[in-house]
């Protein structure tokens, strides 16, 4: 069995099948530790697996934890929403969290091959029977491809795709002394796009601007976008004034990414590789961790009765992930629009309960209690 990225849809996916007595490969482009552009924040819903799967403490020891969400638009409308008491979220630099998952699926067995680089599928008789890296052909009797947003294997083989529309990149970087922050992710959602704020373990504040196509080439230079966003927002620039940048920006894009299936004969997709609607709603990883279950138990499926597991893997995926893709895209689409805003802000200074509601929603909160 062969895992394609060891991000934590495919440590989970090899934790997993490690676990099973499966002998598991896991090959990722990246030496590890390595950074990953990302709001570095767990939902609860998160954190309820890595707790099921035994890792949850480990995680916390490195974590601060997150209580809730504090959700600005336009014209200063602010709700403050809080998880249940019993349920709380956290916040971690994507380095430690990715490292501490990678560990316990070696510590499970798995073997893993760091600076290897999948340049495309090996498919014979319409069966995918392993990959091409730069080192040479692995075989394999099922793959797994957990290699991110832009899989090469999901690209290849036409099972994925970037999204016509929305067209979103983002921007991230870390800051040292940011004045007001709490125990809550901070979400600023603006008329030409989103800021994400979130504290971090060691006085470190994670800072991600999300902009349409266009937008951040209104900065003054691409590397000063975030800088320019925070400069621009009154909520924001004075909790920045003292604040420094202790790292390089980041960029992605463009963000949205459309799978058609979650795999074909010899081929499983997990986590962001079988499709990403937009990180605002925080929950990209809890995808991730149970889309890398779920294609691990589909693998043990296909290798247990010799039928092809991508078509169940799917329904388990809709099953599963369905409700919360159309929540997520309705509130991509509402964000990507400035009347939709414009209006939500409106609703939200009135009336937060719909904004409380969505926060509970986007953190998985009733995953977590199942
Ligand atoms: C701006 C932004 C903010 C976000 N904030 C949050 C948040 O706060 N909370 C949350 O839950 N989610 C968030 N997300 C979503 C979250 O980051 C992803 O959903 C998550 O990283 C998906 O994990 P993954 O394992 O599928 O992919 P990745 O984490 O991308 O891992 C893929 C791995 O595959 C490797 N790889 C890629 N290509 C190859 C190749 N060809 N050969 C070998 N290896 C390869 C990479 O090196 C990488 O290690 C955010 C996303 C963005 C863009």
Request: glycine share 12%.
């Amino acid at each position: 069995m062969l895992v394609v990225g060891a991000g934590p849809a495919g440590s989970i996916a090899a934790l997993v099948l490690a676990r099973a007595g499966v002998r598991v490969g896991v090959v990722d482009r990246s030496a590890f530790p390595r950074d990953k552009l990302c709001g570095d924040t767990l939902n609860p819903g998160a954190l309820s697996i890595l707790d099921r799967l035994g890792i949850g403490a480990a995680v916390r020891q490195q974590a601060l934890p997150i209580i809730g969400m504090t959700v600005t638009g336009p014209r200063h409308a602010a709700v403050t929403g809080s998880y249940p008491e019993d349920l709380n979220g956290l916040a971690i630099l994507r380095r430690d969290f990715d490292g501490l998952l990678l560990d316990a699926a070696i510590a499970a067995g798995a073997e893993l091959s760091c600076g290897v680089r999948v340049r495309a599928p090996v498919t014979e008789c319409g069966r995918v029977v392993g990959v091409e890296t730069d080192e040479g052909p692995v075989r394999a009797r099922v793959v797994i491809a957990a290699d991110g947003r832009r899989s090469t294997l999901a690209f290849a083989l036409g099972l994925a795709a970037f999204a016509r529309a929305p067209r979103r990149w983002a921007f991230g970087t870390y800051f040292e002394g940011v004045d007001g922050l709490t125990s809550r992710g901070e979400m600023h959602i603006r008329s030409d796009g989103y800021i994400g704020v979130a504290p971090l373990p060691g006085g470190v504040t994670n800072v991600c601007v999300v902009r349409g196509r266009g937008a951040p080439w209104r900065a003054r230079t691409p590397a000063s976008i975030v800088d320019d966003a925070i400069g621009a927002d009154p909520d924001l620039r004075e909790r920045f004034r003292r604040a420094r940048q202790v790292a390089p920006l980041a960029t992605l894009g463009p963000l949205a990414v459309d799978a058609r299936a979650a795999g074909c004969p010899g081929l499983l997709l997990a986590g962001d590789a079988a499709g990403f609607v937009d990180p605002m709603t925080g929950d990209g990883l809890r995808f991730a961790l149970r889309g890398g279950e779920l294609a691990a138990a589909a693998a043990l499926e296909e290798i247990a009765s010799g039928t092809a597991a991508f078509a169940a893997l799917q329904s388990a995926r809709v099953r599963e992930f369905s409700r919360k893709w159309r929540i997520n895209r309705a509130l991509r689409s509402l964000v990507g629009s400035p009347a939709g805003i414009s209006l939500a802000a409106t609703v939200a200074a009135r009336w937060g309960a719909p904004v409380e509601y969505l926060i509970g929603v986007a953190g998985d909160c009733d995953v977590a209690r199942a």
